[in-house]
């Protein structure tokens, strides 16, 4: 069983620039959630994706958004980058259909915005 | 609003010590529990999920609990290694038609050989 990817692992950006994140889900799973990790944080919770619709959405202004494709990976997408955006960006899948909904997370995405 | 709180923030003991991390949440009306395991720049590593109606897990040397009318979580570490050494954290589930996890800020563990 493939666990969740995601890439890149690290990346850099400049001020207002716009960037995407990828994910895979691990096999057999429909349910793709985003977290973003600031320095000495928990994960705070973007949004979630289920069979491709956005089913639940934190704090997060519109310039975050994202898609699930029909093969339940999923994309993050952030437009107008500023400073704080910098953080570790975390993904997190599951089964729905199973009772404990268990997440399981992939290594994260390493984003910093100068 | 949920919020989750972990204590202590930092903890440094000897090899073969047994801890207790803590974490207490605010609304009690949580779906489950999730600890979390976090090396440095990495990603979480799930430990235990415990459900709403259930009291305890166990993992190996590890064992966590539940009360959800206190709202509190307790992991319990027996003869602590410095493998263990990394950032637990804890989150819980809210009740609500999606997955959504509220986490706190994590135990900073240190087991010294």
């Known amino acids: 069983e493939t666990g969740v990817t995601q890439s890149p692992t690290h990346l850099i950006k400049t001020r207002g620039q716009q960037v995407t994140l990828r994910c895979s889900s691990q096999s057999g799973h429909n349910t793709v959630s985003w977290y973003q990790q600031a320095l000495g944080q928990g994960p705070q919770f973007i949004f979630q994706y289920y069979r491709e619709e956005e089913n639940g959405r934190g704090n997060f202004p519109p310039r975050f958004s994202g898609l699930q494709f029909p093969n339940y990976s999923s994309e993050l997408n952030v437009n107008a980058l500023e400073l704080d955006d910098s953080a570790l960006y975390l993904c997190?899948?599951?089964?729905?259909?199973?009772?404990?909904?268990?997440?399981?997370f992939g290594p994260g995405t390493r984003l910093t915005v100068l | 609003k949920q919020e989750v709180t972990q204590i202590p923030a930092a903890l440094s003991v000897p090899e073969g010590e047994n801890l207790v991390l803590n974490c207490s949440f605010t609304d009690s009306a949580i779906y489950n529990l999730q600890w979390f395991r976090q090396d440095p720049g990495k990603g979480l590593t799930s430990l235990l999920l415990?459900?709403?109606?259930?009291r305890e897990q166990t993992s190996g040397r590890l064992n966590a609990s539940l009360d959800k009318s206190s709202g509190r979580s307790t992991l319990y570490i027996a003869a602590s290694q410095p493998g263990d050494s990394a950032t637990y954290l804890c989150?819980?589930?809210?009740?609500?038609?999606?997955?959504?996890?509220?986490f706190g800020t994590g135990t900073r563990l240190l087991v010294s050989p």
């Open positions: 989150a819980a589930r809210e009740n609500t038609g999606f997955q959504k996890l509220v």
């Open positions: 997190a899948s599951s089964a729905s259909e199973r009772v404990y909904n268990e997440q399981f």
């Open positions: 415990i459900q709403s109606s259930q």
